[in-house]
């Protein structure tokens, strides 16, 4: 709608609004007990139902319009309320690849969120993980779903378990490894999300999920490193945990 101002409230199970002035509604509309126009049009129907079955949006617009003089609304706004595509990730599903010797799991990509954030599962073998690094354009968080893991953030070192959780803020240095005698599981959230391009260059195709890792060589190593620097992420060489096969 373009120059709405007034109230919005269901009648007949659609959304009528009252103008203040004489502009029309973009999808031709009729008139309804003194209400400028009733949104009954096959093309926004669905958005006027939707909108008129729940209180709270409903809410929302009308305290949007009366403090705004004139408020203009496209139809490909309402798209996320009408129809959302919402997909469910399962148990194993994602982008499952081997980076730096842990099995990672990408269940949501930067470009499927937004921008906003991107998720991982890491599953952490033994004697694994990456070495001390830093971002500078992403905050991290961990949280542990199961096994145990040692969390080393810049001076401090943590003792994670099952349900350990922290954030860690961009530029600061951190690292993770598995000293434990079974693997671990961690979920893995970046802020804002992109990074998951890194794990996508660099990552190693999974042909079977039972295999264990590839060997993680000096060259692999070096190359990783390397291209982390293209997304602003830079590797630490005094502290070393990952484990890698001698050439």
């Not at 909108?51 to 949006?57: E, G, M, T, V």
């Not at 033994?126 to 971002?135: A, E, I, Q, V």
């Not at 949280?143 to 003792?159: H, K, P, R, S």
Request: proline share 4%; glycine share 10%.
């Amino acid at each position: 709608w373009a120059g709405v101002a007034g109230s919005v409230r269901p009648v007949n199970g659609c959304v009528c609004v009252s103008f203040r002035s004489a502009t029309r509604c973009h999808f031709g509309c009729c008139s309804e007990r003194g209400l400028d126009v009733c949104c009954s049009s096959e093309a926004t129907i669905s958005v006027a139902i939707t909108i008129a079955s729940q209180p709270a949006l409903l809410s929302f617009l009308e305290f949007q319009l009366r403090r705004m003089d004139q408020v203009s609304i496209s139809s490909s706004q309402f798209q996320a309320v009408t129809a959302p595509k919402i997909n469910l990730v399962g148990e194993g599903q994602g982008i499952n690849i081997w980076v730096l010797g842990v099995f990672v799991t990408l269940k949501a990509l930067g470009n499927e969120t937004g921008g906003l954030y991107s998720l991982f599962e890491d599953a952490v073998p033994p004697g694994t993980g990456p070495g001390l690094h830093f971002h500078t354009s992403e905050d991290e968080t961990w949280y542990m779903l199961d096994g145990e893991l040692l969390w080393i953030v810049g001076d401090q070192q943590f003792n994670a378990s099952k349900g350990s959780f922290i954030h860690l803020p961009r530029l600061v240095p951190h690292a993770f490894s598995n000293r434990s005698s079974r693997q671990a599981l961690m979920l893995v959230t970046y802020t804002p999300g992109g990074f998951e391009r890194w794990f996508l260059d660099v990552g190693k195709e999974v042909i079977d999920i039972g295999s264990p890792s590839p060997e993680v060589t000096k060259e692999y190593l070096t190359l990783a490193r390397k291209l982390a620097e293209k997304y602003g992420v830079f590797f630490l060489e005094q502290h070393k945990e990952i484990t890698y096969a001698s050439d």
